[in-house]
């Protein structure tokens, strides 16, 4: 089975990650408070990014690369926020020039539904992002770690993206035996989830395919 050590993130090389465009307002306190479920860091302080942007960012060191990546999968759109601070939202790069920490040919996330059916020892809704950050990094490296999210189920869900097709194969196949947190757990499906899917019901029976195209297709190109 692979595990952490047998495959590398395809971008961090080195335990270091860069903030883009952070508000003179953010204190490094501010940082250092939300990074903590992800370990200690270090400051390598404010820069430059120069040329056509010249945007600001601010360069912060982990322990390890792994929890760099952790950072990187859980915390990318995190809102920091305090007293007198007006709510900013994160945006973490791999890179000392700002690009995006993200595929150029992204594969679909997998869920996991919480709570479901009351089953005690079920994947919960209550579990942070770094605990399956560390249960799912088994498989492979994550693209982002989420929960509470809503992918059309009553119950909320559990969501994570893998790099590779062949990591998210793995981790749906191996689940349970990913993480030895997992193995005493009732068993639990991992299905894909297509974010594009808009699920609908309760049109009636006189409700047609042209109806529903009338409806929709003012937001876009609609594929069936």
């Not at 079920?122 to 992918?151: M, Y």
């Not at 869900?157 to 590779?164: D, K, L, S, T």
Request: charged share 20%.
């Amino acid at each position: 089975m692979a595990t952490i050590h047998d495959s590398p993130h395809p971008l961090l090389t080195d335990p270091i990650l860069y903030l883009a465009d952070p508000p003179k307002r953010i204190k490094w306190y501010h940082l250092e408070e939300v990074f903590r479920p992800c370990g200690a860091i270090s400051s390598g302080g404010k820069s430059t990014v120069y040329g056509k942007s010249n945007r600001k960012r601010w360069t912060v060191r982990f322990s390890s690369v792994y929890l760099a990546e952790m950072a990187l999968a859980t915390l990318q759109g995190a809102t920091v926020t305090g007293p007198n601070l007006l709510p900013w939202t994160m945006v973490i790069s791999h890179s000392c020039t700002l690009e995006a920490a993200f595929p150029s040919h992204r594969i679909f996330p997998q869920f996991v539904r919480t709570d479901l059916n009351g089953t005690p020892g079920h994947i919960g809704a209550e579990e942070d992002p770094q605990t399956l950050f560390k249960w799912f990094r088994r498989a492979g490296p994550l693209v982002s770690v989420q929960t509470d999210v809503n992918v059309g189920y009553p119950q909320r869900a559990i969501v994570v993206e893998y790099w590779n097709e062949e990591h998210a194969n793995l981790a749906r196949i191996k689940k349970n035996a990913l993480h030895e947190d997992m193995q005493h757990r009732p068993a639990f499906t991992l299905r894909t989830y297509d974010p594009h899917n808009l699920y609908c019901a309760g049109f009636g029976a006189t409700f047609t395919h042209k109806d529903f195209v009338g409806a929709f297709s003012e937001f876009g190109p609609i594929n069936q």
